[in-house]
């Protein structure tokens, strides 16, 4: 099922989002619709309060296949590097947003096991995009030249 996807000035996207607490059939199902309202966008990620509901979990695709992150943490980055990006909750807008350019992330998969991760490149620079999400943070604070495309300015 494809989610509705909260745009920017919605309250939602601004919570702190609260940890999961047991992986119910409702999260399973929410993770699933949350990556299929993310491909039916042609994101690469996606975090539940994007699509309304402020708990801790993600979902990420750079085309290395879906990665569902319960929870997630940074336990530790390394290196930075500027790139362009944007959201799904921010359509038409993009910005140059400094990051870690290697991040290790922890988290806990749909079956509940303990999943780290050592990523570098754009898979970095998702989790990290996600996981502010969950603190109520979006690209744009961080961002610099931000652009926005004209047929948004139009309000087309
Ligand atoms: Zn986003």
């Avoid at 309202?37 to 085309?63: E, H, W």
Wanted: proline share 5%; charged share 25%; glycine share 10%.
């Amino acid at each position: 099922m494809i989610l509705e996807i909260k745009k920017y000035g919605d309250p939602v996207l601004r919570m702190e989002s609260q940890p999961v607490r047991k992986i119910t059939p409702e999260i399973k199902t929410l993770a699933r619709n949350m990556l299929e309202t993310m491909y039916a966008a042609s994101g690469v990620g996606l975090a539940a309060p994007q699509v309304g509901i402020p708990c801790r979990l993600i979902v990420v695709d750079v085309g290395d296949g879906p990665i569902t992150m319960i929870n997630p943490q940074i336990m530790s980055a390394r290196g930075e590097v500027s790139d362009r990006e944007g959201c799904l909750s921010i359509p038409g807008v993009t910005g140059v947003v400094t990051r870690a350019e290697q991040v290790t992330v922890s988290g806990i998969d749909l079956d509940g096991n303990k999943v780290v991760l050592d990523a570098g490149g754009l898979l970095a620079r998702a989790l990290q995009h996600e996981i502010d999400h969950l603190a109520g943070i979006l690209f744009v604070d961080k961002a610099r030249d931000i652009v926005q495309e004209e047929s948004m300015r139009a309000g087309r």
